[in-house]
């Protein structure tokens, strides 16, 4: 990759290290996995001119945890990274309860990156 060629803002925001405002990502697959995650936390009508854009992971968090919240968690994030992130497969999305606390969730999805012939595996987790 060209030097000083980046592609958008890290996940989660931090300052950079290099003088920007925010640290910056400067490969593909940081990229894609920053995306996912911006998408997945932003909440459904948060983000103007576009008010589709987002999960609805917080209407979830005061709802029963149960296999029909999960079931519809699974089906919320897989529908969403459909139509925002086309070169991202998710292969499995994960609802565990927290063994220790039943109203605390954990959210792992296993993706792939497809870009031309070259395909890579990544997972990222998320408690609720």
């Known amino acids: ?3 000083g060629k980046y592609i958008n803002i890290d ?3 931090k300052d950079s290290d290099k003088g920007f405002f925010l640290q910056l990502n400067d ?3 940081r990229a894609v996995k920053a995306d996912l995650m911006h998408l997945i936390l932003t909440q459904r009508g948060q983000r103007l001119y576009m008010p589709d854009f987002g999960t609805d992971l917080m209407k979830f968090i005061f709802e029963p945890n149960d296999s029909k919240l999960q079931s519809e968690i699974k089906s919320d994030i897989q529908e ?3 139509k925002y992130i086309p070169n ?3 292969n499995e999305v994960e609802v565990n309860r927290d063994t220790n606390n ?3 969730a954990t959210i792992r ?3 792939s990156i497809t870009e031309d012939v070259f395909v890579e595996t990544d997972f990222v987790v998320i408690n609720i």
């Open 1 to 3: 990759m060209a030097a």
């Open 11 to 13: 996940y989660p925001f």
């Open 27 to 29: 490969t593909d697959s």
């Open 80 to 82: 969403t990274v459909t």
């Open 88 to 90: 991202l497969t998710i």
């Open 102 to 104: 039943e109203h605390k």
């Open 109 to 111: 999805i296993d993706y």
